[in-house]
Every structure is written in structure tokens, then in C-alpha cells.
């Protein structure tokens, strides 16, 4: 059973960064792409950042500029890292595996921007 494991979400101010990691049980190199998507109060999930297996890159055009997704095949682990930090970015983020017949969550890690 794959398991994903978040870190690295908390509190930051506005403009402020921080930065999210996705560790996978099993290989890296096991997943089509990896991801991250954000859920808001009251809002439905949405795409943050996806990383495909050949390192093609996709972001929302909210995020664009701000966020950097990467992947360390070595550490089985994405990394989403996010500056300027902007209170609407405020949400539950998970991590995202997609392999061509399933998809894998993880348990999802807070953010969130306030001062």
C-alpha cells in the first residue's frame, strides 16, 4: 500500500515562504506524476503544481511565479515551495500520486497565511 506523507505546512505571514515536502513509501519513479492540490473552507479542492515523471512542470495561474514544484528521486520526495505567501492561499494542502490505474492522498498539512 503506497502511503504519501506531508510536512512542512504552519502559520506565515503575509509574504512570507514556506515549504512543503511529500514523502513516498514506495519508488518515486512508480508514479506518473505527483502533485499538490489545496482545499479552502467551504471551497472544493483545486490544482496547486503538478511534476511529471520527465520533470514537465504545470501550475495554476494563481500560484504562477510564487510556487515551485521538485522532485528528489533519490529522497522519494516532492517539494512544493511557496513564496510570497498571500492569505487567499490559506487551505489544506495535499499531496497527489497518480499512477495510470489509481491515484494516491496524503493525509493533507495546514497553511496558513495571517498576521
Known amino acids: 500500500q503506497v502511503q504519501l506523507v506531508e510536512s512542512g505546512g504552519g502559520l506565515v505571514q503575509p509574504g512570507g515562504s514556506l515549504r512543503l515536502s511529500c514523502a513516498t513509501s514506495?519508488?518515486?519513479?512508480?508514479?506518473?506524476?505527483m502533485g499538490w492540490y489545496r482545499q479552502a473552507p467551504g471551497k472544493q479542492r483545486e490544482l496547486v503544481a503538478t511534476?511529471?515523471?520527465?520533470?514537465?512542470?504545470n501550475y495554476a495561474d494563481s500560484v504562477k511565479g510564487r510556487f515551485t514544484i521538485s522532485r528528489d528521486n533519490a529522497k522519494n520526495t516532492v517539494y512544493l515551495q511557496m513564496n510570497s505567501l498571500k492569505p487567499e492561499d490559506t487551505a489544506v494542502y495535499y499531496c497527489?500520486?497518480?499512477?495510470?490505474?489509481?491515484?494516491?492522498w496524503g493525509q493533507g498539512t495546514q497553511v496558513t497565511v495571517s498576521s
Open positions: 511534476i511529471t515523471i520527465g520533470d514537465s512542470t
Open positions: 514506495g519508488s518515486i519513479f512508480s508514479f506518473r506524476a
Open positions: 497527489n500520486a497518480a499512477q495510470i490505474v489509481r491515484t494516491y
